[in-house]
């Protein structure tokens, strides 16, 4: 079982920045992979940026503003996201791709006023 609380969210001005940061309750380096994603309202949800040990990999419309990182030492993925537009308004969530299955967190809920 893998336990993901995600932090950070909160309301920015268009062109302001945050960080978002997932705590994990087992070490990252035994996850495949481990990535975050977001739901506007009334959308799907869908990928915003994924990490594993020798890659990353970013969604079309963050890529340039968004980074990804990872630290084991704290079992912690962070996103630092820059430049934000009111699109990416939504609710963010953690990944993780665990051996014994998914897991996701909670959400938090980032929103940028224009």
């Known amino acids: 079982q893998v336990q993901l609380v995600e932090s950070g969210g909160g309301l920015v001005q268009f062109g302001g920045s945050l960080r978002l940061a997932c705590a994990a309750s087992?070490?990252?380096?035994?996850?495949?992979?481990m990535g975050w994603y977001r739901q506007a309202p009334g959308k799907q949800r869908e990928l915003v940026a994924i990490i594993n040990s020798v890659t990353t990999n970013y969604a079309d419309s963050v890529k340039g503003r968004f980074t990804i990182s990872r630290d084991n030492a704290k079992n912690m993925v962070y996103l630092q996201m820059n430049n934000l537009k009111p699109e990416d308004t939504a609710v963010y969530y953690c990944?993780?791709?665990?051996?014994?299955?998914?897991?996701w967190g909670q959400g938090t809920q980032v929103t940028v006023s224009s």
């Open positions: 990944r993780a791709e665990y051996s014994s299955g998914v897991y």
């Open positions: 087992v070490r990252i380096s035994s996850i495949y992979y």
